[in-house]
């Protein structure tokens, strides 16, 4: 009953930009911590965004401060992650997760219960 679902991933050129959304339901995404995770192929799983419920103080992963801004649209129950000046090391699937409100956003895999399936991103010239 709780479902995260991520969209808005494709195929996009270095220095373009995409916007990624994640749609909550079974529950309202403004009480919860939402983080956002990236796998490429060979690689492990990071944390590259997250906000913390119910203040919206948002975290980032040194690689992507000033490129990547994750936000909520509480009326759409939905987080989004906009991606900006898209690198060819940014491709990989993209996952939202999501923790009960009370705690910090983390950046750390363990720290999610519930996960969506997440959406590719393709960074090619």
């Known amino acids: 009953q709780l479902q995260l679902v991520e969209s808005g991933g494709g195929l996009v050129q270095p220095g373009g930009s995409l916007r990624l959304s994640c749609a909550a339901s079974g529950f309202r995404s403004d009480s919860y911590a939402i983080g956002w995770f990236r796998q490429a192929p060979g690689k492990e799983r990071e944390g590259v965004s997250c906000?913390?419920?119910?203040?919206?103080?948002?975290s980032y992963t040194d690689s992507v401060k000033g490129r990547f801004t994750i936000s909520r649209d509480a009326a759409k129950n939905t987080v989004y992650l906009q991606m900006n000046s898209l690198k060819p090391e940014d491709p990989a699937i993209y996952y939202c997760?999501?923790?009960?409100?009370?705690?910090?956003?983390?950046?750390?895999?363990?720290?999610?219960?519930?996960w969506g399936q997440g959406t590719q991103v393709t960074v090619a010239s």
């Open positions: 906000m913390r419920s119910p203040d919206g103080s948002t």
């Open positions: 997760a999501a923790r009960k409100a009370g705690y910090d956003c983390s950046l750390r895999q363990s720290y999610y219960p519930t």
